[in-house]
């Protein structure tokens, strides 16, 4: 016979959230659709990019600055990465384990994204002067991977 | 509370509540046992809610603060605080400032012997060799293609050492003039080839300035556009990057040689010194560069070529 504690729900599954999941997959699906669209466009030195190269939306200006490549390593294949390791972290089975070494790895991974984001886009407005929708669109997808983890990391304590 | 009311209970009230648990039915203390664990978990399930509803503001607060970090940094670049590029001394003329004669001689003069002694560790960037399937010829000699802008500063360092390679096999007329990358752009001193013409027996060297370093509200002033053909080159093979050298369709080069950042903020004078004296890392990679660049010259010219410049240090 069981104890009235031991039926009720387990903690450990009351306490993760069911939208953080597929929510954050989702955003990094796109966001890898993005970074990936970005490296191809790198690497095939393809002509295709649709973005303006005339305002202050400037693709040109922002991939060809010295901002484009962190020692050597663009700067889309560094956000590639990024998603991907991302999209591992928010697979919604990942959030059902309690391990609490994988939260802080997400937290921290989501700060290192948020902390990028900040440096780029301080590059873009202070130094290079002009703006990258594509490069806009993974700041803005990071940002929201970054809220989405720390809010549902913070609001569903690990259970203990 | 009926929590705290348990945990003040003293000693004594403690034995006595023990006592009569004793004394109550199986059924009965049963029914109390489940009580109290009702109450510990209700309290257990308050804390954790008051513990999450804690974290939750925290979380709201981080998320809070990045945005607003990210509003302000918008706001303070659309109010024009930020910018740093208003300054209307901080651009250089198109065509550059008048360098001294004696400046230019001197690197028109490195010799080639210097150029292949150079170390060649700084170089970061390799010229590669195409098919040669579509020679590019301009009045019936090899064209030397090379696509640039006046804001950029891996162009600005490149020119050095293009200099340093095309006086070997030509002149320019006018002389190049001084200029620099944009000041936000690294402030690398350089020279500039537009508004010049160089004249080669070997092959004609067109150079593009697509910018110049002077900033706009959304970019930096066109100087020149490339034809159509120059632009597919430069797309199809450089994908639009700057400086990007195209040497008669036999070999090209996206981005420079080596790094501009040993180059900021310096003087025109600062670098010129450098230039023939491999003991700086500066001058070594410019003079490195500029073998380099000598070499892939001579190979792209099918037959006329200057011995005595591409035989040295072959």
Not at chain 2, 21 to 28: I, Q, Y
Not at chain 2, 81 to 93: K, L, T
Not at chain 2, 219 to 231: D, F, I, S, V
Request: charged share 15%; net charge positive; glycine share 8%.
């Amino acid at each position: 016979m069981t104890s009235p504690v031991t039926e009720r729900p387990d903690v450990a599954e009351g306490s993760v959230p069911r939208w953080p999941g597929p929510v954050g997959t989702l955003v990094c699906i796109l966001g890898l659709g993005v970074a990936g669209y970005l490296t191809f466009e790198h690497y095939t030195s393809s002509t295709s990019l649709a973005c303006s190269d005339n305002g202050v939306v400037n693709c040109l200006k922002v991939t060809t600055s010295s901002y484009s490549a962190v020692a050597g390593v663009p700067v889309a294949v560094l956000g590639l990465v990024f998603f991907v390791i991302m999209l591992v972290l928010q697979l919604p089975p990942m959030w059902r384990r309690p391990e609490r070494w994988l939260r802080v790895a997400r937290v921290a991974w989501s700060v290192v994204g948020l902390g990028t984001v900040l440096y780029l886009l301080s590059a873009e407005l202070f130094v290079i002067d002009a703006i990258c929708l594509w490069c806009t669109a993974v700041h803005v997808l990071t940002l929201v991977v970054f809220a989405t983890t720390v809010y549902a990391t913070v609001s569903y304590p690990r259970p203990e | 509370m009926p929590d705290n009311r348990k945990t003040s209970r003293g000693p004594t009230q403690k034995a006595a509540g023990s006592a009569n648990r004793t004394n109550v039915s199986p059924k009965k203390q049963t029914g109390g046992n489940r009580r109290q664990q009702e109450r510990e978990e209700r309290r257990h399930q308050a804390a954790l809610e008051a513990r999450r509803a804690r974290n939750r503001r925290w979380g709201l607060a981080s998320i809070g603060l990045v945005v607003v970090l990210v509003v302000v940094l918008v706001v303070v670049k659309v109010a024009g605080s930020g910018g740093g590029n208003s300054a209307a001394d901080q651009v250089s003329p198109p065509a550059g400032s008048p360098i001294p004669a004696a400046t230019l001689s001197k690197l028109a003069s490195v010799p080639m012997s210097t150029l292949a002694a150079a170390p060649s560790g700084g170089l970061i960037n390799q010229i590669q060799s195409t098919t040669g399937a579509n020679a590019v010829t301009s009045n019936g000699k090899p064209e030397l293609l090379f696509i640039g802008a006046e804001f950029c500063p891996h162009c600005a360092a490149e020119r050095w050492a293009l200099y340093v390679a095309l006086s070997k096999f030509g002149t320019f007329s006018p002389n190049p003039g001084r200029i620099h990358s944009a000041t936000q752009d690294g402030n690398v001193p350089t020279l500039t080839f537009y508004g010049t013409t160089y004249t080669s027996p070997y092959f004609v060297f067109t150079p593009v300035e697509v910018y110049t370093n002077k900033p706009t509200a959304n970019g930096y002033t066109a100087l020149q556009t490339p034809t159509k053909e120059q632009y597919n080159i430069w797309q199809s093979v450089g994908g639009g990057s700057f400086p990007f050298l195209d040497f008669a369709g036999k070999a090209d080069m996206v981005g420079a040689q080596y790094s501009y950042v040993p180059m900021q903020n310096l003087a025109f004078s600062d670098v010129a010194a450098q230039v023939g004296n491999n003991s700086t890392q500066l001058g070594a990679n410019i003079d490195a560069g500029a073998y380099q660049l000598v070499r892939t010259i001579c190979s792209s010219l099918s037959s006329s070529k200057p011995a005595s410049v591409c035989s040295a240090g072959a």
